[in-house]
C-alpha cells in the first residue's frame, strides 16, 4: 500500500530542489548577464529576476519552517 504522506514527502523533497536548481539558474543568468544591465530591457529582466530570488527563497524558507 502507497504510504500518501511518504510520497508527499518525496516528491516534496524533489520539487525543492528543483527549485533550488532553477533559482541557480537564475543567479547564472544574472553573473552573465550582468554587463547588459544598462539595456533597458535587460535591466528590467534582471531586476525581475533578482526579485523571484528573493521571493522564491523567502517561500522556501517558509516551506522548510512549516513542514521541519
Known sequence: MLDANKSAVIAGGYVTELVYELLDAHV???????????DPAWGAHLDYLRDLQRV?????????????
Not at 28 to 38: E, G, I, K, P
Open 28 to 38: 547564472d543568468t544574472m553573473r552573465m548577464a550582468d554587463h547588459l544591465n544598462d
Open 56 to 68: 522564491g527563497r523567502e517561500a522556501l524558507a517558509r516551506a522548510a519552517c512549516h513542514n521541519g
